[in-house]
């Protein structure tokens, strides 16, 4: 966590002063004195939590803010402090080991969260001091230093440009790391300032440290020899950001202002809030039902003692007096003494060791996505990432699937296809990059079946050259000649495909210009003032460029106004066509439409192209026009776009452009599994609805049979008022049509794929979301928002264009609030997905083009979208198999682990004597039981990766925390008493007659104690073992070595007498209970009997697995049987499925009430 | 060659890791990629079945077994007994024969009663050594050290029995063997008296009194045998290993000796009862038991009976479940 280190220097009266004055040039500023000195913080990044220093007592405190950590610190101080019957090591050593484990682990992160730190930190800069300049390490920049910093780099702290290397005194950022903004922004060096550096003398004032990105107020000093202090204001266009990077300018020297903590990023840094597991949740609900049972048998304990010791003579026999001090104890104290003595007696049912074991299984099953070879893409060299290791089993979980569209859907690398000019068709004859990464120069491939005349073809490419800010990068050797330009995107290592250095704020735009490049026209390059660029004949024109009217997302189209050679002034115009078509003369537009139209249906993303010739005088207006709103004061955005508005008119449209960003590699199929699986896929995209539309037909997202829903601005209409009463009709109708007329059975998850129910998708756009969303909040808001999340949840594809990112987060927190919270996941590459990362449940981030922002704020990144299917179905399925069986296991085993130390207490008078020694009692989670639970949690595969990933359809038996809802933990539960009541009345039938050895010599509690644990250690063991379908050899070890480890350890431990031991209880208790024939058949019945019900389970349980699991995997002599069968339950293992509950309630019953009654006496006498 | 450039070489300070080429790839491992060799069991009616039989089969014959051998041991019990009850016992089939005391409602497995400290035992040189709390309240008697202490030591079973044989009005004594009733390594290891000062262990238990409700102090439990004397009294022994549940049994004597060592002839006995110990305030009962034992200990038809029952159902599982697949199975069915 990004803390703000209140620790910072800022004394408290500081703290209220809202501005602070920094001395540039601190070395060298001789009137520093005469300013108050401010303290500021130095330029160190802290992520992590933890000192050397304050580790252990920090890491204690936050790990017993655990609630069952602070439970068993509670038992283990009981333990200590109330004579109770086991001893404080049996409670405190499982929880020494706890919170040692987690705190290795803990400090382990934060570690690495040390070394990202000082990566950091430790980054050299060079520092201007005393005129000098001085190399130093990140963490030693002060407020006030003057920094430099070179091409590419990132800025160590928020600087005030003051000089930079470029003529015009600009530097350009881009932010991506900030915002998600790749593109190129222009910043302004301080005016005044830029001779001089060295010895520059000034004082800046600002406001103190805010997070917003886009807003800084300042003022600067600047003080000559001679001359009296000139004052220059500062904006946001001076101010450099920490974390962007400096592109195409060699150097600059900025002035540091904030640092460290204080930087404008390290306060736009949002914690990550901890993400719990749905499996958590069940966790703690089963905790809590535990945690009552512990307590109600503690009070049944207590309660029955007391009533018990009423009876005569029970109280106190003569044979067990009652010491001094037991007598002269008030009767409730002793009461309240007992009963946190039952409570430590049985408070092993709650497993300590099960939130290690479910650590470890998280941190090391982790790995397993770390290693997956599957994940490793070759073109960014990375396998997947994995950030937090405490949601591995939610991706087998998951039921929503928000998917950016550019970048994760798509490639995000746009390719130039096809244009039109005048009606005529060019199409693209390869792609222009597919052979050698070479750009043809030397003649057009097109396919041009007729041709529009030459000059309006040559107009239309020029127009493509001229109209558009794409740079070609600087530092490029001037091979542009060869035609070889290297693109540069962000900083990212570039596909071999495409190495051109054009420098663009969007993709489309390098795109454009290269796509000019195959049919003959090249940009060579632009200063402020002209762009060149050689045409056909080989020939290099230059334009001067006399104004560039800029994109903006309102006009949606940006043009240049640009005189030729021949002294002509031409505007270029470029746009979308729904801003281009109104501005131009109509009779052009309808042949190009056609061609418009059916692009956008292909999924291109189209821009329509128009020019218009400007008089001489028409120029000379249009000039002034411009200058003079540029340099107005008020409402300059305002006046600018109505000149713009005013300028773009009348023009003429010369073609159209289709630029297509490909799909991602199997971008379908990936789809199509998981939607197979069971997950509804909504594509949440700012695109426009027509591309996201037939990339969502590309992606088989929507099906030809997919009926679509619209709730768009389109199909509200126009005018403010009736857009909501439209909206509710809007909604009314599809409600009834999508819920009503669908039979619920069908709809939603369980909707099998033999149904023959009508596919409907939903598209909604940005607008009418805000509409739904921030609806008059008198009812009728949330009753849209009901109607909105019903319709959307019948669906089985969603496409929201338009979002902005925090609508983004808002539909997936709608959905992830909406009735049954389903689990929710969130998939994007870019900064504008960041913020649905960060509220799904799941975030997984792509390792794409835009960034990083993406990955680091994903809780899973993998290279490429075809990894989720491999994730989910794979990874995630098992993961959640295995954690959920981890879960119930551990519960289960001490359930009959302690349920007969409980019904002990009935025949020791509620006196809290264990029924097992104590070393038993500590070791069986630590030792005896705990590796096989952990190897299983590891590497069990119920079915093979390969049945797993042709199978999408078996994630759904998963779904919805099938395996931890309530039925099957009251199995487990089941399971546990059953087992625990016959271990425990088995034992005592068996002890009716205590002489069972054939001397004649009799055995004592220990050694009952003894025989109920040898049953209870080999049936919990051997009952993983039935469950276990994946026999690796180390499960084989693990369980065949655990149950030898507990013999040859109750050898060791019974055959020595142990000097630290008061009471030797247990020597030769194991060794004798082995030579008696008796104990061995108990122990071999009871093993038999606890485990028959679930033999017979699993075997009448297999024919329906059967095509699914056995068969298929891996054998290449089998034929992959028909996969419908896997949903369709054949009727025979309903058969199998009744008779086997029948027999599994019979068992419970006999095993029941045969001891029952024994007990009833037992309670009676 | 300018077509190899590559101008992405920046950021190395933001993306890290990126750069270090194949390194990142995967091992491709078996282990890594979670395709380590597996056996991966079926539990198929192939299987289940059969194994059910045989189970079944098994359990049976061990029940058979244990039933037949559990009848044949022949248990007289004499409840509530005082005085000099007369014995009826009928032909027995092999020896020795055991006696047994037996207390019901008698809570030998109570939190606290079952202490004794240890100190005598690991090492067994300190008697007079402080004893553990644990002892309380039979820890000092007028603060002098109680050897042995605690509750349990206190409350030692006291009841002494002496068995004739009637044999023609006249009472032959049976000789009761008192030796090998406790666990050999409680005689021989686990419990340890103290060095004898100058060969005598009253010596070595100086400085100590006896439990206030012994008659006598624990160096002369046994008057006859001065082997079984101290801590290593055998019936001290057998009273230390505290019972499992209320009702239990403890081995009194064996009979080993002459005639009687086979098993004891049929006729009439008689038992004299030396009634020391008081249960009556704690709703006890004593009793006193002749049992003679077989491979599987003594007298137990409940383990018979459940592997019966155990063998039965298992049986009768297998020919369910052969019923139910022939039936509903389709013919590919591989069993």
Same mark, same amino acid.
Request: proline share 5%; aromatic share 12%.
């Given at each position: 966590?990004?803390?703000?280190?209140?620790?910072?220097?800022?004394?408290?009266?500081?703290?209220?002063?809202?501005?602070?004055?920094?001395?540039?040039?601190?070395?060298?500023?001789?009137?520093?004195?005469?300013?108050?000195?401010?303290?500021?913080?130095?330029?160190?990044?802290?992520?992590?939590?933890?000192?050397?220093?304050?580790?252990?007592?920090?890491?204690?405190?936050?790990?017993?803010?655990?609630?069952?950590?602070?439970?068993?610190?509670?038992?283990?101080?009981?333990?200590?402090?109330?004579?109770?019957?086991?001893?404080?090591?049996?409670?405190?050593?499982?929880?020494?080991?706890?919170?040692?484990?987690?705190?290795?682990?803990?400090?382990?992160?934060?570690?690495?969260?040390?070394?990202?730190?000082?990566?950091?930190?430790?980054?050299?800069?060079?520092?201007?001091?005393?005129?000098?300049?001085?190399?130093?390490?990140?963490?030693?920049?002060?407020?006030?230093?003057?920094?430099?910093?070179?091409?590419?780099?990132?800025?160590?702290?928020?600087?005030?440009?003051?000089?930079?290397?470029?003529?015009?005194?600009?530097?350009?950022?881009?932010?991506?790391?900030?915002?998600?903004?790749?593109?190129?922004?222009?910043?302004?060096?301080?005016?005044?300032?830029?001779?001089?550096?060295?010895?520059?003398?000034?004082?800046?004032?600002?406001?103190?440290?805010?997070?917003?990105?886009?807003?800084?107020?300042?003022?600067?000093?600047?003080?000559?020899?001679?001359?009296?202090?000139?004052?220059?204001?500062?904006?946001?266009?001076?101010?450099?950001?920490?974390?962007?990077?400096?592109?195409?300018?060699?150097?600059?020297?900025?002035?540091?202002?904030?640092?460290?903590?204080?930087?404008?990023?390290?306060?736009?840094?949002?914690?990550?809030?901890?993400?719990?597991?749905?499996?958590?949740?069940?966790?703690?609900?089963?905790?809590?039902?535990?945690?009552?049972?512990?307590?109600?048998?503690?009070?049944?304990?207590?309660?029955?003692?007391?009533?018990?010791?009423?009876?005569?003579?029970?109280?106190?026999?003569?044979?067990?007096?009652?010491?001094?001090?037991?007598?002269?104890?008030?009767?409730?104290?002793?009461?309240?003494?007992?009963?946190?003595?039952?409570?430590?007696?049985?408070?092993?049912?709650?497993?300590?060791?099960?939130?290690?074991?479910?650590?470890?299984?998280?941190?090391?099953?982790?790995?397993?996505?770390?290693?997956?070879?599957?994940?490793?893409?070759?073109?960014?060299?990375?396998?997947?990432?994995?950030?937090?290791?405490?949601?591995?089993?939610?991706?087998?979980?998951?039921?929503?699937?928000?998917?950016?569209?550019?970048?994760?859907?798509?490639?995000?690398?746009?390719?130039?296809?096809?244009?039109?000019?005048?009606?005529?068709?060019?199409?693209?004859?390869?792609?222009?990059?597919?052979?050698?990464?070479?750009?043809?120069?030397?003649?057009?491939?097109?396919?041009?079946?007729?041709?529009?005349?030459?000059?309006?073809?040559?107009?239309?490419?020029?127009?493509?050259?001229?109209?558009?800010?794409?740079?070609?990068?600087?530092?490029?050797?001037?091979?542009?000649?060869?035609?070889?330009?290297?693109?540069?995107?962000?900083?990212?290592?570039?596909?071999?495909?495409?190495?051109?250095?054009?420098?663009?704020?969007?993709?489309?735009?390098?795109?454009?210009?290269?796509?000019?490049?195959?049919?003959?026209?090249?940009?060579?390059?632009?200063?402020?003032?002209?762009?060149?660029?050689?045409?056909?004949?080989?020939?290099?024109?230059?334009?001067?460029?006399?104004?560039?009217?800029?994109?903006?997302?309102?006009?949606?189209?940006?043009?240049?106004?640009?005189?030729?050679?021949?002294?002509?002034?031409?505007?270029?115009?470029?746009?979308?066509?729904?801003?281009?078509?109104?501005?131009?003369?109509?009779?052009?537009?309808?042949?190009?439409?056609?061609?418009?139209?059916?692009?956008?249906?292909?999924?291109?993303?189209?821009?329509?192209?128009?020019?218009?010739?400007?008089?001489?005088?028409?120029?000379?207006?249009?000039?002034?026009?411009?200058?003079?709103?540029?340099?107005?004061?008020?409402?300059?955005?305002?006046?600018?776009?109505?000149?713009?508005?005013?300028?773009?008119?009348?023009?003429?449209?010369?073609?159209?452009?289709?630029?297509?960003?490909?799909?991602?590699?199997?971008?379908?199929?990936?789809?199509?599994?998981?939607?197979?699986?069971?997950?509804?896929?909504?594509?949440?995209?700012?695109?426009?609805?027509?591309?996201?539309?037939?990339?969502?037909?590309?992606?088989?997202?929507?099906?030809?049979?997919?009926?679509?829903?619209?709730?768009?601005?389109?199909?509200?209409?126009?005018?403010?008022?009736?857009?909501?009463?439209?909206?509710?009709?809007?909604?009314?109708?599809?409600?009834?049509?999508?819920?009503?007329?669908?039979?619920?059975?069908?709809?939603?998850?369980?909707?099998?794929?033999?149904?023959?129910?009508?596919?409907?998708?939903?598209?909604?756009?940005?607008?009418?979301?805000?509409?739904?969303?921030?609806?008059?909040?008198?009812?009728?808001?949330?009753?849209?928002?009901?109607?909105?999340?019903?319709?959307?949840?019948?669906?089985?594809?969603?496409?929201?264009?338009?979002?902005?990112?925090?609508?983004?987060?808002?539909?997936?927190?709608?959905?992830?609030?909406?009735?049954?919270?389903?689990?929710?996941?969130?998939?994007?590459?870019?900064?504008?997905?960041?913020?649905?990362?960060?509220?799904?449940?799941?975030?997984?981030?792509?390792?794409?083009?835009?960034?990083?922002?993406?990955?680091?704020?994903?809780?899973?990144?993998?290279?490429?979208?075809?990894?989720?299917?491999?994730?989910?179905?794979?990874?995630?399925?098992?993961?959640?198999?295995?954690?959920?069986?981890?879960?119930?296991?551990?519960?289960?085993?001490?359930?009959?682990?302690?349920?007969?130390?409980?019904?002990?207490?009935?025949?020791?008078?509620?006196?809290?004597?264990?029924?097992?020694?104590?070393?038993?009692?500590?070791?069986?989670?630590?030792?005896?039981?705990?590796?096989?639970?952990?190897?299983?949690?590891?590497?069990?595969?119920?079915?093979?990766?390969?049945?797993?990933?042709?199978?999408?359809?078996?994630?759904?038996?998963?779904?919805?925390?099938?395996?931890?809802?309530?039925?099957?933990?009251?199995?487990?539960?089941?399971?546990?008493?059953?087992?625990?009541?016959?271990?425990?009345?088995?034992?005592?039938?068996?002890?009716?007659?205590?002489?069972?050895?054939?001397?004649?010599?009799?055995?004592?509690?220990?050694?009952?104690?003894?025989?109920?644990?040898?049953?209870?250690?080999?049936?919990?063991?051997?009952?993983?073992?039935?469950?276990?379908?994946?026999?690796?050899?180390?499960?084989?070890?693990?369980?065949?070595?655990?149950?030898?480890?507990?013999?040859?350890?109750?050898?060791?431990?019974?055959?020595?007498?142990?000097?630290?031991?008061?009471?030797?209880?247990?020597?030769?208790?194991?060794?004798?209970?082995?030579?008696?024939?008796?104990?061995?058949?108990?122990?071999?019945?009871?093993?038999?009997?606890?485990?028959?019900?679930?033999?017979?389970?699993?075997?009448?349980?297999?024919?329906?697995?059967?095509?699914?699991?056995?068969?298929?995997?891996?054998?290449?002599?089998?034929?992959?049987?028909?996969?419908?069968?896997?949903?369709?339950?054949?009727?025979?293992?309903?058969?199998?499925?009744?008779?086997?509950?029948?027999?599994?309630?019979?068992?419970?019953?006999?095993?029941?009430?045969?001891?029952?009654?024994?007990?009833?006496?037992?309670?009676?006498? | 060659?300018?077509?190899?450039?590559?101008?992405?070489?920046?950021?190395?300070?933001?993306?890290?890791?990126?750069?270090?080429?194949?390194?990142?790839?995967?091992?491709?491992?078996?282990?890594?990629?979670?395709?380590?060799?597996?056996?991966?069991?079926?539990?198929?009616?192939?299987?289940?079945?059969?194994?059910?039989?045989?189970?079944?089969?098994?359990?049976?014959?061990?029940?058979?077994?244990?039933?037949?051998?559990?009848?044949?041991?022949?248990?007289?019990?004499?409840?509530?007994?005082?005085?000099?009850?007369?014995?009826?016992?009928?032909?027995?089939?092999?020896?020795?024969?055991?006696?047994?005391?037996?207390?019901?409602?008698?809570?030998?497995?109570?939190?606290?009663?079952?202490?004794?400290?240890?100190?005598?035992?690991?090492?067994?040189?300190?008697?007079?050594?402080?004893?553990?709390?644990?002892?309380?309240?039979?820890?000092?008697?007028?603060?002098?050290?109680?050897?042995?202490?605690?509750?349990?030591?206190?409350?030692?079973?006291?009841?002494?029995?002496?068995?004739?044989?009637?044999?023609?009005?006249?009472?032959?004594?049976?000789?009761?063997?008192?030796?090998?009733?406790? @666990?050999?390594?409680?005689? #021989?290891?686990?419990?340890?008296?103290?060095?004898? /000062?100058? &060969? $005598? *262990?009253?010596?070595?238990?100086?400085?100590?009194?006896?439990?206030?409700?012994?008659?006598?102090?624990?160096?002369?439990?046994?008057?006859?045998?001065?082997?079984?004397?101290?801590?290593?009294?055998?019936?001290?022994?057998?009273?230390?290993?505290?019972?499992?549940?209320?009702?239990?049994?403890?081995?009194?004597?064996?009979?080993?000796?002459?005639?009687?060592?086979?098993?004891?002839?049929?006729?009439?006995?008689?038992?004299?009862?030396?009634?020391?110990?008081?249960?009556?305030?704690?709703?006890?009962?004593?009793?006193?038991?002749?049992?003679?034992?077989? @491979?599987?200990?003594?007298? #137990?038809?409940?383990?018979?009976?459940?592997?019966? /029952?155990? &063998? $039965? *159902?298992?049986?009768?599982?297998?020919?369910?479940?052969?019923?139910?697949?022939?039936?509903?199975?389709?013919?590919?069915?591989?069993?």
């Amino acid at each position: 966590m990004w803390r703000r280190r209140l620790t910072c220097l800022f004394g408290g009266e500081e703290k209220r002063v809202d501005s602070r004055t920094i001395h540039a040039g601190r070395g060298s500023s001789p009137v520093a004195d005469a300013f108050p000195q401010q303290k500021f913080c130095d330029n160190r990044i802290v992520s992590s939590k933890y000192t050397i220093w304050n580790f252990l007592p920090k890491n204690l405190f936050e790990q017993f803010r655990r609630i069952a950590n602070f439970y068993f610190l509670i038992i283990f101080l009981v333990q200590v402090i109330v004579d109770t019957p086991t001893s404080p090591v049996t409670s405190g050593l499982p929880l020494f080991f706890v919170i040692t484990v987690t705190a290795i682990k803990q400090g382990y992160e934060d570690w690495l969260r040390h070394k990202a730190d000082n990566e950091v930190n430790k980054y050299p800069v060079t520092v201007l001091e005393d005129g000098k300049r001085v190399g130093k390490e990140s963490e030693k920049i002060k407020v006030g230093d003057v920094v430099e910093v070179l091409e590419d780099e990132t800025f160590p702290c928020d600087l005030v440009l003051l000089q930079s290397s470029r003529d015009d005194d600009t530097c350009f950022v881009t932010t991506a790391s900030l915002d998600g903004e790749s593109n190129h922004k222009t910043h302004y060096t301080v005016p005044d300032t830029v001779k001089d550096v060295e010895s520059l003398h000034a004082t800046i004032e600002c406001e103190q440290p805010q997070p917003d990105l886009y807003k800084f107020v300042g003022r600067m000093h600047i003080r000559r020899d001679g001359q009296e202090t000139a004052v220059r204001s500062l904006g946001p266009e001076n101010l450099l950001l920490k974390g962007a990077t400096l592109k195409n300018t060699k150097k600059i020297y900025g002035v540091a202002v904030y640092t460290g903590m204080e930087t404008k990023m390290a306060l736009n840094y949002q914690g990550k809030s901890q993400k719990r597991s749905v499996v958590e949740k069940s966790i703690n609900a089963f905790l809590i039902v535990y945690l009552c049972l512990l307590v109600s048998k503690a009070f049944v304990c207590t309660t029955l003692k007391y009533v018990w010791q009423n009876q005569h003579g029970q109280d106190e026999p003569w044979y067990n007096p009652k010491t001094q001090q037991e007598r002269d104890t008030n009767l409730y104290l002793k009461m309240f003494t007992d009963f946190l003595s039952f409570m430590v007696l049985f408070n092993f049912i709650i497993p300590v060791s099960m939130y290690v074991t479910v650590e470890m299984q998280k941190f090391l099953g982790s790995f397993f996505i770390t290693w997956d070879k599957d994940f490793f893409d070759p073109e960014v060299q990375e396998g997947a990432l994995v950030n937090t290791s405490d949601l591995n089993e939610e991706l087998g979980q998951v039921e929503y699937i928000f998917t950016d569209k550019t970048g994760t859907l798509t490639e995000n690398n746009m390719e130039f296809i096809e244009c039109c000019i005048d009606g005529f068709q060019y199409k693209n004859h390869k792609f222009l990059t597919e052979t050698d990464g070479l750009c043809e120069t030397d003649g057009p491939i097109t396919i041009t079946l007729n041709k529009a005349p030459e000059e309006l073809e040559e107009l239309f490419l020029r127009a493509l050259c001229l109209c558009h800010t794409v740079q070609v990068k600087e530092s490029q050797p001037v091979d542009e000649i060869d035609g070889v330009v290297l693109d540069q995107v962000d900083g990212f290592s570039p596909s071999p495909e495409d190495q051109c250095a054009f420098i663009a704020s969007s993709p489309d735009e390098v795109a454009l210009v290269k796509g000019a490049m195959t049919h003959g026209f090249t940009f060579i390059g632009s200063d402020s003032k002209s762009m060149k660029i050689r045409n056909r004949d080989n020939r290099v024109e230059v334009y001067e460029l006399l104004h560039v009217l800029n994109f903006d997302p309102v006009r949606r189209r940006m043009s240049v106004i640009v005189k030729s050679e021949s002294g002509e002034v031409l505007l270029f115009c470029k746009g979308a066509d729904s801003s281009i078509f109104p501005r131009v003369r109509k009779e052009e537009v309808d042949r190009i439409r056609v061609h418009v139209e059916r692009d956008a249906k292909e999924g291109y993303r189209t821009l329509c192209v128009a020019y218009k010739r400007l008089g001489n005088e028409d120029f000379a207006r249009v000039d002034a026009e411009l200058r003079e709103a540029r340099l107005s004061l008020h409402d300059r955005e305002e006046k600018l776009m109505a000149v713009y508005n005013q300028v773009e008119t009348d023009m003429i449209l010369i073609g159209a452009t289709a630029v297509e960003d490909r799909l991602q590699d199997r971008a379908a199929e990936t789809m199509e599994a998981l939607q197979g699986a069971g997950m509804k896929v909504w594509v949440l995209t700012g695109d426009k609805m027509e591309t996201a539309k037939s990339t969502c037909y590309a992606c088989r997202l929507f099906q030809r049979g997919t009926e679509l829903l619209e709730l768009t601005v389109g199909a509200l209409g126009e005018g403010e008022g009736k857009r909501e009463e439209r909206l509710l009709e809007l909604l009314l109708e599809y409600h009834k049509r999508v819920v009503h007329d669908t039979p619920p059975s069908k709809t939603g998850l369980h909707r099998t794929w033999s149904s023959p129910g009508q596919d409907y998708g939903l598209i909604v756009d940005g607008a009418t979301l805000s509409l739904l969303l921030n609806a008059s909040p008198d009812g009728t808001g949330s009753h849209y928002k009901n109607l909105f999340l019903k319709i959307c949840q019948s669906c089985t594809s969603v496409l929201c264009c338009r979002m902005a990112p925090l609508q983004k987060a808002q539909i997936v927190r709608m959905v992830k609030s909406s009735k049954g919270s389903p689990i929710t996941l969130s998939v994007g590459d870019g900064a504008n997905d960041v913020s649905m990362i960060l509220e799904a449940h799941v975030g997984i981030g792509i390792k794409g083009k835009e960034g990083r922002q993406a990955v680091r704020n994903s809780d899973y990144a993998i290279p490429k979208l075809k990894h989720l299917k491999k994730l989910l179905l794979v990874h995630g399925h098992l993961y959640y198999v295995r954690i959920a069986h981890l879960v119930q296991y551990f519960f289960y085993k001490n359930l009959c682990f302690i349920l007969p130390q409980f019904l002990y207490q009935f025949y020791c008078g509620y006196s809290q004597l264990p029924l097992y020694d104590a070393a038993y009692l500590t070791m069986y989670n630590i030792c005896f039981t705990s590796m096989p639970i952990l190897a299983y949690s590891l590497f069990e595969q119920h079915i093979s990766i390969d049945t797993l990933l042709d199978h999408a359809a078996l994630y759904r038996e998963v779904a919805k925390n099938a395996m931890l809802r309530w039925g099957p933990f009251f199995y487990w539960t089941m399971l546990g008493v059953f087992h625990g009541l016959l271990f425990f009345f088995g034992v005592y039938c068996v002890f009716s007659n205590p002489a069972l050895l054939p001397s004649g010599q009799v055995f004592g509690n220990w050694t009952f104690g003894t025989i109920v644990f040898t049953i209870l250690v080999f049936t919990v063991t051997i009952k993983l073992a039935l469950d276990t379908r994946h026999w690796t050899w180390i499960n084989h070890f693990v369980i065949w070595g655990s149950l030898a480890f507990y013999i040859l350890f109750s050898f060791f431990w019974g055959g020595i007498t142990w000097p630290f031991l008061e009471q030797q209880r247990l020597y030769f208790v194991f060794i004798n209970m082995l030579s008696s024939m008796s104990a061995w058949l108990a122990i071999m019945l009871l093993i038999v009997l606890s485990l028959l019900p679930d033999v017979l389970l699993v075997a009448l349980r297999r024919p329906r697995g059967r095509n699914t699991r056995q068969v298929l995997p891996r054998s290449p002599l089998c034929f992959p049987s028909i996969p419908h069968q896997v949903f369709q339950i054949p009727p025979v293992s309903h058969l199998h499925a009744h008779i086997s509950s029948f027999l599994h309630a019979s068992f419970l019953c006999i095993s029941f009430l045969c001891p029952l009654s024994l007990f009833n006496s037992a309670v009676a006498g | 060659h300018p077509r190899d450039v590559r101008t992405c070489e920046t950021n190395k300070h933001r993306t890290g890791s990126s750069g270090e080429g194949t390194t990142n790839r995967p091992d491709n491992t078996a282990f890594d990629q979670q395709r380590l060799p597996a056996w991966q069991p079926v539990l198929s009616a192939g299987i289940v079945i059969p194994g059910f039989l045989l189970v079944g089969l098994a359990f049976i014959g061990i029940g058979v077994a244990l039933f037949v051998t559990s009848r044949s041991i022949q248990v007289l019990e004499v409840s509530a007994p005082k005085g000099f009850p007369p014995l009826a016992v009928p032909p027995t089939r092999g020896g020795p024969v055991f006696l047994y005391y037996g207390l019901s409602n008698y809570f030998q497995n109570v939190r606290g009663y079952g202490c004794l400290a240890m100190t005598t035992s690991s090492g067994g040189t300190c008697p007079r050594c402080s004893p553990s709390s644990s002892c309380a309240p039979y820890q000092y008697d007028q603060n002098t050290t109680i050897a042995p202490c605690g509750s349990v030591a206190n409350s030692m079973f006291n009841d002494t029995f002496t068995l004739y044989q009637l044999v023609n009005a006249t009472r032959k004594t049976v000789p009761l063997d008192g030796k090998g009733i406790a @666990w050999w390594t409680d005689y #021989n290891i686990k419990f340890r008296n103290p060095p004898e /000062v100058d &060969g $005598s *262990l009253a010596a070595a238990f100086n400085g100590t009194v006896k439990p206030v409700n012994w008659p006598k102090p624990v160096y002369d439990l046994d008057p006859t045998n001065p082997a079984n004397n101290g801590f290593l009294n055998q019936d001290f022994l057998v009273w230390m290993r505290t019972a499992a549940l209320p009702d239990f049994w403890k081995l009194y004597r064996r009979i080993t000796e002459g005639e009687y060592a086979s098993g004891l002839p049929a006729g009439n006995y008689t038992l004299e009862i030396q009634y020391n110990y008081p249960v009556a305030n704690f709703a006890g009962r004593k009793s006193v038991i002749f049992s003679n034992t077989s @491979w599987m200990g003594g007298k #137990n038809q409940f383990l018979g009976i459940a592997y019966l /029952v155990t &063998g $039965s *159902l298992c049986v009768v599982m297998s020919a369910v479940m052969l019923i139910v697949y022939a039936k509903f199975n389709s013919p590919d069915e591989d069993f």
